[in-house]
Protein backbone atom coordinates (compact mmCIF):
# COMPACT_ATOMS: atom_id res chain seq x y z
CA UNK A 1 0.00 0.00 0.00
CA UNK A 2 1.05 3.25 -0.37
CA UNK A 3 0.76 5.84 2.64
CA UNK A 4 0.73 9.56 1.83
CA UNK A 5 1.78 12.22 4.36
CA UNK A 6 1.67 16.03 4.34
CA UNK A 7 3.13 18.81 6.74
CA UNK A 8 3.82 22.42 6.74
CA UNK A 9 0.83 23.83 6.60
CA UNK A 10 -0.12 27.07 8.76
CA UNK A 11 -1.15 30.27 9.64
CA UNK A 12 0.61 33.33 7.61
CA UNK A 13 -0.38 37.18 6.95
CA UNK A 14 -1.14 37.98 3.57
CA UNK A 15 2.23 38.01 1.36
CA UNK A 16 3.86 36.06 3.45
CA UNK A 17 5.36 32.68 2.39
CA UNK A 18 4.67 28.96 3.30
CA UNK A 19 6.43 25.50 2.64
CA UNK A 20 4.06 22.46 2.14
CA UNK A 21 6.01 19.12 2.15
CA UNK A 22 4.36 15.66 1.35
CA UNK A 23 5.95 12.21 1.36
CA UNK A 24 5.05 8.69 -0.50
CA UNK A 25 5.73 5.64 1.54
CA UNK A 26 5.38 1.91 1.23
CA UNK A 27 5.46 -0.34 -0.81
CA UNK A 28 4.74 -0.13 -4.41
CA UNK A 29 6.13 -0.28 -7.81
CA UNK A 30 6.34 3.42 -8.85
CA UNK A 31 5.16 6.57 -8.00
CA UNK A 32 4.03 8.86 -11.34
CA UNK A 33 2.57 12.13 -10.99
CA UNK A 34 3.01 13.75 -7.47
CA UNK A 35 0.47 17.19 -7.10
CA UNK A 36 -1.21 19.14 -4.33
CA UNK A 37 -5.11 20.23 -4.34
CA UNK A 38 -6.94 22.46 -2.54
CA UNK A 39 -10.48 22.80 -1.02
CA UNK A 40 -11.75 26.26 0.60
CA UNK A 41 -15.18 25.65 2.45
CA UNK A 42 -18.55 25.08 0.51
CA UNK A 43 -15.94 25.02 -2.82
CA UNK A 44 -14.99 21.68 -4.93
CA UNK A 45 -11.46 20.60 -4.57
CA UNK A 46 -9.12 22.03 -7.14
CA UNK A 47 -5.74 21.22 -8.89
CA UNK A 48 -3.27 23.77 -7.64
CA UNK A 49 0.03 22.31 -9.13
CA UNK A 50 1.61 18.72 -10.41
CA UNK A 51 4.46 16.97 -11.19
CA UNK A 52 5.61 13.95 -13.36
CA UNK A 53 8.36 11.54 -12.83
CA UNK A 54 10.20 13.53 -15.53
CA UNK A 55 9.52 16.79 -14.19
CA UNK A 56 6.99 18.34 -16.51
CA UNK A 57 5.19 20.76 -14.07
CA UNK A 58 1.74 22.57 -14.15
CA UNK A 59 -0.22 25.04 -12.09
CA UNK A 60 -3.74 26.72 -11.54
CA UNK A 61 -3.95 30.16 -13.62
CA UNK A 62 -4.66 31.41 -10.30
CA UNK A 63 -1.44 30.03 -8.79
CA UNK A 64 0.96 30.86 -11.03
CA UNK A 65 4.10 33.13 -10.77
CA UNK A 66 3.60 32.62 -6.65
CA UNK A 67 3.60 29.09 -5.86
CA UNK A 68 6.39 26.57 -7.40
CA UNK A 69 5.85 23.01 -7.11
CA UNK A 70 9.32 20.47 -6.71
CA UNK A 71 10.30 17.20 -6.33
CA UNK A 72 12.21 14.90 -5.00
CA UNK A 73 12.30 11.30 -6.86
CA UNK A 74 14.72 9.44 -4.50
CA UNK A 75 12.76 10.31 -0.97
CA UNK A 76 9.51 10.35 -3.13
CA UNK A 77 8.67 13.36 -1.90
CA UNK A 78 7.06 16.74 -3.13
CA UNK A 79 7.27 20.22 -2.24
CA UNK A 80 4.78 23.54 -2.70
CA UNK A 81 6.24 26.82 -2.03
CA UNK A 82 3.77 29.13 -1.69
CA UNK A 83 4.63 32.67 -2.07
CA UNK A 84 3.10 35.66 -1.81
CA UNK A 85 -0.38 34.04 0.05
CA UNK A 86 -3.73 35.82 -0.56
CA UNK A 87 -6.83 35.20 1.68
CA UNK A 88 -7.91 33.10 -0.89
CA UNK A 89 -5.06 30.69 -1.21
CA UNK A 90 -7.06 29.75 2.63
CA UNK A 91 -7.58 25.86 1.99
CA UNK A 92 -7.08 22.50 2.87
CA UNK A 93 -4.47 21.59 0.85
CA UNK A 94 -4.72 17.94 -0.43
CA UNK A 95 -1.13 15.80 -1.12
CA UNK A 96 -1.90 13.27 -3.99
CA UNK A 97 0.22 10.54 -5.76
CA UNK A 98 -0.53 8.66 -8.72
CA UNK A 99 0.75 4.99 -8.42
CA UNK A 100 1.76 1.36 -9.13
CA UNK A 101 1.48 -1.06 -6.62
CA UNK A 102 3.07 -3.87 -8.88
CA UNK A 103 4.71 -3.36 -12.46
CA UNK A 104 1.49 -4.93 -13.59
CA UNK A 105 -1.36 -3.13 -11.73
CA UNK A 106 -3.54 -0.36 -13.05
CA UNK A 107 -2.37 3.30 -11.83
CA UNK A 108 -4.19 4.27 -8.32
CA UNK A 109 -5.26 7.53 -6.80
CA UNK A 110 -3.24 7.96 -3.51
CA UNK A 111 -4.38 10.74 -1.01
CA UNK A 112 -3.30 12.12 2.13
CA UNK A 113 -5.19 13.57 5.41
CA UNK A 114 -4.71 17.30 4.26
CA UNK A 115 -3.38 19.97 5.95
CA UNK A 116 -4.84 23.29 6.85
CA UNK A 117 -2.92 27.03 5.30
CA UNK A 118 -4.59 29.64 6.36
CA UNK A 119 -4.01 33.23 5.28
CA UNK A 120 -5.00 36.29 7.36
CA UNK A 121 -5.74 39.68 5.96
Known amino acids: QVQVVESGGGLVQAGGSLRLSCTAS????????MGWYRQAPGKQRELVAGITSGGSTNYAESVKGRFTISRDNVKNTVYLQMNSLKPEDTAVYYC???????????????WGQGTQVTVSS
Open 96 to 110: NADGKLYSYSPRKDY
Open 26 to 33: GRFFSINT
